[in-house]
């Protein structure tokens, strides 16, 4: 009996792997720096199609022992999603010339498999002296977003008026000189402040917006100064981003005089908008309804669409829907003869998680369960705290999915069985059997003393 009892109160505890255990897949994250405390990743296509949840509850951020952090999802117009505007990064100072004396100088870097660098060193050879170190290698390998400007901080000085030129490498080996020169300047006169601190990025073609090393030189050598922090200015525009589409083969169809065509989107994308892409030239009336649970009714987002193409170059605009909808399974329907098979392209704009680097890194972004959902996290109440101490501009930092590796697979979209329930009936039966047992053993002993 005891052995039985202990059996089944194992039971639970094999069931249950921890958090990692409860989800389909993890995408790495990579931080765009160390220290921000709080970050932010644009959710991708791959993440979308793994989740369950229409209101993305089986989404969460783990720390390296698998905890969970305070994770939220926010649409990406909601201030905490937007990107920050400057992010600060590593820099490490170099000598602008070799000193007198000596033959030159060389460089030793020491970088993580990322790119990420660790070390930096200048070594001059044939002098002992120490060259001017006012020359710069900024270290822009966390930053996948195009930087238009770096932005200089440094101690104080009586004037500073120098010229930069600017080298672009992904490799700390070949460097390459880029149409871009920036000019740092400090300057006083009569309570008067010129101060000049960004050097402006906007000539360099797009690859070298994000090459992972840039290399300042200054113009004078003997223009030495302090600089003390340096940050990459990212491209940003008040504009919304781009809607990002889904395309779609239909799965289903019901010909006809007015046919029917039915979708599966493969998860709780954001949709806002929606065209039908047909070859060749074409006129078509059709409507759109959609629905989340095959065994729901369908609802209308679109009663009287409208496609057409007469080449070359002149074809019908997408709808946009009167507001966001997650649902997985859509339906066209036509009026009229359908010259061809109709493709139903669905439009997007991925949200943002924001999450709190709580515990230790690395992160990583975990989703797709039946068995778990994320906890509510007061991000913004949070986030408006930090504003108040580092002020109203601050954002939190950027952060990046890595490639998908599978977890719990399709195990985790199977709800897990309720232990808990279980075993307190099995004690509870358990127990009434026990009992039942030894009122049964007194009625006997009762019957044969009174025979």
Known sequence: MTRVLIGCLLLPALAWAGPREDYARQWPLTLARDDAGAYRVTLDDSV???????????????????????????????????????????????????????????????????????????RTRGASAEAPRTALLVDLSRVREPVVALVLHWAAVEALDVGYRVEASDDLDHWQAIATRGRLVDLRRDGRHLLHRRIELFGLMPHYQRARYLRLTPDRAEAAFEVTAVEAELASTVAPSPLQWRELAPRAAAEGTAPTFDYDLGGPFP?????????????LRWRLSSRDDEEAEWRPRVADGLAYRIAPGTRSQARMLDAVVRDRHWRLDADGAVPGTPRLRLGYRPEVVVFVAQGEPPYTLVAGSARAQREEAP???????????????????????????ELAGEAALVPRRDWKTWLLWGVLVLGAAVVAGFALSLLRRSHATGA
């Open 271 to 283: 949709v806002r908008a929606a065209e039908v892409a047909l070859a060749g030239n074409h006129a």
């Open 379 to 405: 991000l913004e109440q949070l986030v408006a705290a930090v504003r108040r101490a580092r002020g109203r501009d601050w954002q939190p930092a950027p952060a990046y999915l890595g490639s998908s590796r």
């Open 48 to 122: 979308y199609r793994q989740l369950q949840s229409p209101a993305l509850r089986d989404l969460v951020v783990l720390d390296r022992s698998g905890t969970p952090v305070p994770t939220a999802v926010f649409a990406p117009e909601q201030p905490l999603a937007r990107s920050t505007r400057r992010l600060a990064v590593p820099f490490f100072p170099l000598p602008a010339s070799a000193p007198a004396g000596a033959q030159g100088w060389e460089l030793v870097s020491e970088a993580d498999a990322d790119g990420r660098l660790r070390r930096v060193e200048a």
